[in-house]
């Protein structure tokens, strides 16, 4: 390379010999990543061993540093896309949408406004469309927007249901979510400024869904109250269970009472992908917002995620903003300023994977893929049902379930339990051949699958039982030597 470089460029030459050592390893990685350790793990303390250094003032070798790259940075991240990575909501991707990213990055396109890119806004306005069609919301006046992930589309959600529903003034507004909505809704509410009174989180049923009759008593009395019910939260695949809140009842509760509906279906929402799912779904195409995020069961690499709303006027109501130096790429309404249906102005391009992908695989692979999914974690809990050694705790439901060791020959008190199952789930990880950690339900400790991942295997599954056998027998004799 060029000794003094303020361009920042590679020769032709070298910038394709670099080029192909990435795809290279990057293909590489997609070969053989079910046959590499699928869980990371360091201290910080070993983290900065390896990497903590003053900015450099002289450059180095580039295949050096893609080199030490590849040896340090990318074997010490887990690797979410692992058919043995069953935890959190896993990130399958997918080759396509990869190397779309690549060339999103590559041609380091603007999102943000027609003016600048044309079909970067018109590829968004058609899979935006595809998702509004998949979910049942209206053609002509759906809309939505990509975002970074699903936080930021509940963010977006929100901000939105706010601006519609109360206006400048939300000093009395209220809203409601249950108690097994993901954590990142409380978040995009607190950083729009309510105060903790305007929350109200409602229990849910034995099977983690809303409790419908609490929910009723909570708005009434808060109509009694002077205040201003304006928007619940429901969830369409709950992070723990996969549950999906009764959405019809919702949808009506929500119309009857003037509440903005928003569903968060990031990860379960591509259920309605499969024919189950499909079933399970009914009612979500009744919100005003849904959040879905393409980056875990559409299979896209991160960051991707999406808020569909029914009319797409509430986000250009909510989020235009008209400085001066914009003033001259306003254009045609039809032409979409993405900049104005959210929050970011520099965008990157995301609708390049989804289209990308869709168009190559076609929408019946996704299918089969999430059905695929879906199939393999009820034949699990079939698996786990007929066992000696497992009880199941929550029905496989939208690819997740929730078991727990609990052999029905030995008697275990429930803190025995605990400990036996939270044994199981730190030495798996410790062993880095699958990432499988604990949840809680109902105060027990459990294991948890998200089988959304379409190349895990059923032997994948059944390696790491029997993996969680053998510790269990080592946990077992521990307790019983101590009795
Ligand atoms: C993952 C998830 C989120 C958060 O999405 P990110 O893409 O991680 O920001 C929100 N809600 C639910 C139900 C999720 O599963």
């Known amino acids: 390379m060029k000794k003094n470089n303020a361009r920042l460029e590679l020769s032709k030459e070298e910038m394709k010999s670099y080029g192909y050592q990435v795809v290279d390893a990057i293909v590489e990685h997609h070969q053989q990543q079910a046959d590499k350790m699928p869980v990371a793990l360091g201290s910080r303390n070993e983290m900065e061993s390896l990497f903590l250094e003053e900015a450099p003032e002289k450059g180095s070798d580039p295949a050096q540093v893609l080199n030490f790259v590849l040896e340090k940075v990318m074997t010490n991240s887990t690797n979410m896309a692992h058919p043995k990575s069953f935890s959190f909501v896993p990130g399958p991707s997918n080759y396509i949408s990869v190397m779309a990213d690549t060339l999103a990055t590559g041609y380091n396109i603007f999102s943000g406004g027609w003016a600048a890119s044309p079909a970067a806004a018109e590829l968004e306005i058609v899979t935006i469309q595809w998702l509004l069609k998949i979910f049942g919301f209206p053609k002509k006046k759906g809309g939505g927007i990509f975002t970074s992930g699903g936080s930021m589309a509940n963010l977006t959600a929100v901000a939105t249901a706010r601006r519609i529903k109360c206006g400048d003034d939300f000093s009395k507004a209220i809203i409601y979510l249950s108690d097994q909505a993901h954590s990142s809704n409380i978040k995009a509410i607190r950083v729009l400024g309510f105060k903790k009174e305007q929350i109200r989180i409602i229990p849910t049923d034995n099977e983690f869904k809303f409790a419908i009759n609490k929910l009723k008593n909570c708005i009434a009395k808060d109509r009694l109250e002077g205040l201003h019910p304006f ?3 429901a969830t369409a695949g709950t992070t723990n269970t996969g549950t999906v809140d009764p959405l019809m009842e919702l949808a009506n509760i929500c119309k009857k009472e003037d509440i903005w509906f928003h569903i968060d279906g990031a990860y379960g929402g591509a259920a309605i992908l499969s024919k189950k799912g499909k079933q399970t779904m009914k009612g979500i195409e ?3 917002s849904l959040t879905v995020d393409p980056h875990k069961w559409f299979f896209q690499p991160y960051e991707m995620g999406c808020l569909l709303v029914r009319n797409h006027k509430n ?3 909510t989020f235009t903003e008209k400085p001066e130096y ?7 309404t039809s032409e979409i300023n993405f900049y104005d249906h959210g929050i970011q102005l520099t965008r990157r391009f995301r609708a390049l994977k989804f289209y990308m992908s869709l168009k190559t695989f076609g929408l019946k692979e996704f299918r089969d893929a999430v059905t695929y999914n879906i199939d393999l974690a009820e034949e699990v809990e079939t698996l786990l049902r007929g066992s000696k050694s497992w009880e199941v705790v929550f029905p496989a439901t939208l690819a997740v379930i929730n078991f727990r060791y609990n052999p029905i020959t030995k008697k275990y008190s429930e803190k025995e339990l605990d ?13 880095r051949k699958a990432l499988l950690v604990t949840t809680i339900l109902n105060g027990q400790i459990v294991l948890r699958m998200c089988l959304i991942n379409p190349r895990t295997t059923m032997k994948d599954v059944t390696d790491t039982f029997d993996m969680c056998k053998n510790y269990a027998l080592e946990i077992e004799g521990k307790l019983t030597s101590k009795v």
């Open 286 to 288: 009744k919100a005003d």
């Open 315 to 317: 986000l250009s109501n």
């Open 326 to 332: 914009l003033r001259d790429i306003e254009g045609n």
């Open 419 to 431: 400990k036996i199952n939270q044994y199981i789930s730190e030495k798996v990880v410790e062993s």
């Open 231 to 233: 928007c619940l939260i």
